[in-house]
């Protein structure tokens, strides 16, 4: 939750309007509203999925002889998260880069937290819920990663969906926008 009150208080404190302009009639504050909303959401996506690259990892690292089903999981949920990862990391990171009186340490800090922050948090969680599981409990978690993910328990959506939610409907509100710029 830390890292989440830093980049609400980096985003208020910096502002962001040259990432996206605000739109007609929507005031400044309303603008550094969304625009943390929409880091927030981005966070929490980017948390998730480093949560499941964990689990894909540690279970790897202690189940060597599981990697065919392991592998195919992993990849079944990177190709179907893949474009929702991407504008979670855009919403995350562009903010802070054109924000107008960034300082480049405030842009490192941003770009440490989704590079090396949140994978470490991910790490601390997953490790400590396969510890806390039985050997048995362990294995048969990682021998059927696969099958779970296929079954849609490793689903973004259905883990953050308040968070998907806001990601896609910004990401439809820019793909709107593009095309009536494009037909203007």
């Known amino acids: ?31 550094l509203v969304t625009m943390q909303q929409r880091m927030e959401a981005g966070l929490a996506i980017l948390y998730f999925s480093a949560k499941v690259d964990q689990y894909y990892a540690q279970c790897l690292r202690r189940y060597p002889t599981l990697p065919e089903p392991l592998d195919a999981g992993y990849h079944v949920f990177q190709d179907n998260h893949a474009q929702l990862s991407a504008a979670a ?40 819920e396969l510890a806390g599981e039985s050997a048995a ?31 896609e409907d910004a990401e439809h509100g820019l793909a709107r926008e593009r095309r009536t710029r494009g037909t203007s």
Not at 13 to 30: D, F, N, T, V
Not at 89 to 114: K, M, Q, S, W
């Open 1 to 31: 939750m830390y890292w989440v009150t830093l980049l609400g208080c980096l985003l208020l404190c910096l502002g962001c309007p040259m990432a996206i302009a605000p739109s007609r009639g929507e005031s400044p504050e309303a603008f």
């Open 89 to 128: 990391r855009r919403y995350v990171l562009l903010p802070a880069a054109f924000a107008p009186f960034a300082e480049p340490t405030d842009r490192e800090r941003i770009d440490a937290l989704v590079d090396t922050g949140i994978p470490a948090q991910a790490t601390r969680v997953v490790t400590n």
């Open 137 to 167: 409990a362990r294995y048969v978690q990682c021998a059927f990663f696969h099958v779970d993910i296929l079954a849609g328990a490793y689903d973004i959506a259905t883990r953050a969906p308040e968070a998907v939610k806001l990601i």
